[in-house]
């Protein structure tokens, strides 16, 4: 564009708003892909093609994606990840499962250290009561650590899904979202509370309880 406005004798923009305008009107509106290509592409994900529930949840993202952005974008909708299906699903964030075993362990070595350690005084004396100390210290800072590395993981995780929501709905942002969604990795929290895989995404917004498969979620409760 810069060499059409040299060969045509035209001036740059005389302020940075000018600019800013001229940069607006090169961008193209984002157009919704059709849902079938949508649902293409999650099956490839998958590896498999969608249960006819799951087919129904995914073409109610793609049907209420503006809102969803929307509502996402201004803080309206938060994005809700599950740290469990998330960790299992990319074990890079799975660290914290191993951080918080070998703490719930120790927690547990240290806390019957003690009690042997308590009958046994007369025996061994403070041995075992050090020995069970160390034990617990040890392991609440692992379980506690484990708990660090779990919401450090979920924030990056949280972080990522936003910005493809925000930011990449273009080359994929939908497809991930209702990857993410089927597989129960994340969910979304409203203002009428938390909704989750099997229920349909778009009840955060609505308030609504209808489950995928067609029932609703209050009835089925009781």
């Known amino acids: 564009m810069s060499s059409e406005r040299a060969g ?28 079938e290509y949508i649902r293409v592409r999650i ?4 590896n498999r093609e969608l249960s006819g529930p799951a087919r129904k949840a995914a073409e109610d993202i793609w049907k209420n994606w503006e809102d ?7 803080g309206d909708v938060l994005l809700v990840p599950d740290p469990f299906f998330h960790s299992v699903k990319y074990p890079s964030l799975s660290n914290f499962h191993m951080y918080r075993g ?10 019957v250290t003690a009690v042997i350690g308590a009958a046994l005084a007369s025996m061994f004396g403070p041995v075992l009561w050090q020995g069970s100390l160390i034990c617990l210290a ?17 924030r990056a995780y949280r972080k990522r899904m ?4 925000v930011w990449h709905q273009e080359d994929g942002g939908i497809v991930d979202l209702c990857v993410e969604y ?19 995404a778009s009840n955060a917004l609505t308030g609504k309880t209808r ?12």
């Open 8 to 35: 045509n004798g035209m001036s740059e923009p005389s302020s940075i708003d000018d600019a800013d305008d001229e940069g607006k009107e090169d961008v193209e509106p984002f157009v919704k892909p059709v849902f």
């Open 43 to 46: 099956d490839e994900t998958f």
């Open 68 to 74: 969803i952005r929307d509502a996402v974008t201004e």
């Open 102 to 111: 070998f703490g719930i362990i120790l927690l547990g070595t240290g806390a």
């Open 138 to 154: 040890i392991g609440a800072g692992a379980f506690f650590w484990g708990r660090y590395v779990q919401e450090r993981d979920t």
């Open 162 to 165: 936003v910005e493809r929501v």
């Open 182 to 200: 089927l597989s129960g990795s994340i969910g979304f929290e409203g203002p009428h509370g938390r909704t989750f895989w099997p229920q349909f």
């Open 211 to 222: 489950i995928a498969d067609g029932r609703d979620l209050q009835k089925v409760s009781r």
